[in-house]
């Protein structure tokens, strides 16, 4: 891959997220003594299309309290003293949104500290045959040698000396126990993976020699001392560290893991989340008809969130029911509660208020990314965060990158990416102020955009392995940008990945 290195990449980031947190709690400060909590609001669908389009507008704080309000978004008369908190932090226009890159940092810090607080609640001891997607708690450590006895690399004959040699009657199988030892001069047929007798010199493959009509073994080339013998303890010996804590646990894991003599394994529970679908112009079957659509995040969302490292325990269509979302949010569990849409601050976004109304504590309140500005992290509880996606499919995209993975990765356990950059095969037009998330695909060592990449467009990021960031103003061809990769691409791509005819439909 061509660019940076990852360690040179992941010192920038890492740089960059904290300066663009300190940037944006500055901006913060600076908007509370100018005149009290302030963000702007932008469309009910909050895509990159909808609002004002102003860089401060669908604004965002580093961190705050909110107050309680009514369902209907205005604030609650009878506790004058959070109005100020509650009413005016959606109108203030000089209000800014979080820098995408101070946003993630946000989430991760959030995931951190509920990562502290769930503790040892959060390891499982689970059977191998569960534990597939999950990450280690502890270092996978060899239980015993491997392999645990010498062992035969290859069908053929064991032999013992100079040859040739004189081969005897019955031969051995894999899962004999002890056979006897050979003396110099005798050979013995061998099955891959069986025991080899002690004393033994080499094995010699089923096509490297031949016997006589006197049962003799003739090698045809030279044998040489402990030729396809698979030693004991050749792999690992017993107590060696195999995989350390935070592996993910992959098919291969899962092999490994058996044949280390694992029957369980200690991990990280998957975090808990619960998704909220609202809008009352959604269908869930059929075609779109009379200003209804169908709801294309209620079946995305799910598995998108599992591969993330989440266990979903519900989806609800809570339509645009402000009653229905405070009753939903106080009554969950859930490590993590995911809700489409009601971001902004149109007549029916119900999202805000329910934060008031729950005393939730606002950590991201608007980005400075497109599509998706108007997405929002929350501490509802202690232990417990909501991610505001906006309702725009790629714009709700935008969001589960930008603020769940971060969160959820820190909660699965799961060991922090490096970044890594590759050029553009083709430009990319930027917003003047904002991020820009495009999706691509990765071919080689370019990055090809696609053509459908609008805030409620799908069929970009369907064909895509990842989203390209591209910083305010664009980016021409050839320019190095970080690429975010979907957490499933890793086992799509390979060769072209399958992309040569999406890119003649997308690019």
């Excluded at 002690?198 to 044998?223: M, N, P, Q, Y």
């Excluded at 970044?419 to 090809?448: E, F, I, K, S």
């Excluded at 467009?457 to 990769?485: C, Y």
Aim: hydrophobic share 40%; net charge negative.
């Amino acid at each position: 891959m061509s660019g940076q290195s990852a360690e040179s990449l992941a010192a920038q980031a890492r740089a960059a997220e904290d300066g663009a947190v300190d940037e944006a709690l500055a901006l913060v400060n600076e908007a509370r003594a100018a005149d009290g909590r302030g963000a702007g609001g932008a469309g009910r669908s909050g895509g990159a299309g909808s609002g004002t389009g102003r860089p401060g507008h669908g604004a965002a704080e580093g961190s705050r309290r909110t107050g309680p309000a009514t369902p209907t978004g205005h604030a609650d008369h009878k506790d004058p003293a959070r109005n100020s908190t509650s009413s005016s932090h959606r109108t203030d226009s000089r209000h800014q949104a979080a820098p995408w890159s101070a946003a993630r940092a946000v989430a991760g810090r959030a995931g951190r500290a509920a990562a502290a607080l769930r503790g040892g609640a959060a390891q499982r001891r689970v059977p191998l045959d569960r534990a597939l997607g999950l990450t280690l708690a502890e270092p996978l450590a060899a239980l015993s040698d491997l392999p645990s006895f010498d062992t035969s690399a290859m069908d053929g004959w064991v032999v013992a000396g100079p040859g040739p040699w004189d081969v005897r009657a019955e031969g051995i199988l894999a899962g004999q126990d002890r056979p006897e030892p050979l003396s110099d001069g005798e050979a013995v047929q061998i099955a891959t993976g069986a025991r080899v007798p002690t004393d033994a010199t080499a094995v010699i493959r089923s096509e490297h020699g031949r016997t006589d009509d006197k049962g003799r073994l003739f090698a045809l080339r030279d044998v040489g001392h402990g030729q396809d013998i698979r030693p004991r303890g050749q792999e690992c010996r017993s107590g060696d560290q195999l995989l350390p804590t935070g592996a993910l646990v992959t098919p291969a894991v899962l092999g490994l893991a058996a044949a280390a003599g694992y029957d369980e394994l200690l991990t990280v529970a998957r975090p808990k989340a619960e998704v909220f679908i609202l809008g009352d112009e959604l269908l869930t079957e059929g075609l779109p008809r009379e200003g209804l659509i169908r709801d294309a995040l209620g079946p995305m969302l799910p598995p998108w969130l599992r591969a993330l490292g989440a266990e979903v325990t519900s989806v609800r269509r809570l339509g645009d029911d402000p009653k229905s979302l405070l009753k939903a949010v106080r009554a969950s569990n859930a490590d993590l509660i995911v809700t489409t849409g009601g971001t902004a601050s149109g007549p029916v976004d119900h999202v805000h208020p329910t934060l008031s109304r729950v005393d939730a504590e606002l950590l991201v309140d608007g980005v400075a990314v497109r599509p998706g500005h108007p997405m929002l992290l929350a501490r509802t509880k202690e232990r417990q965060h909501l991610v505001g996606l906006p309702g725009n499919p790629l714009a709700a995209v935008s969001g589960l990158l930008t603020l769940a993975e971060p969160l959820l990765g820190i909660l699965a356990g799961r060991p922090e990416q490096e970044p890594y950059t590759v050029p553009l095969q083709g430009a990319v037009q930027g917003h003047p102020h904002d991020t820009r998330l495009v999706p691509v695909v990765v071919r080689g060592d370019v990055a090809v955009p696609l053509r459908y990449n609008g805030p409620a467009m799908l069929r970009g990021i369907a064909a895509a392995d990842g989203l390209a960031v591209v910083a305010p103003g664009g980016a021409k061809v050839g320019r190095e940008v970080e690429i975010l990769d979907l957490p499933w691409s890793w086992s799509t791509t390979g060769g072209d990945g399958g992309y040569g005819a999406a890119e003649r439909c997308f690019t």
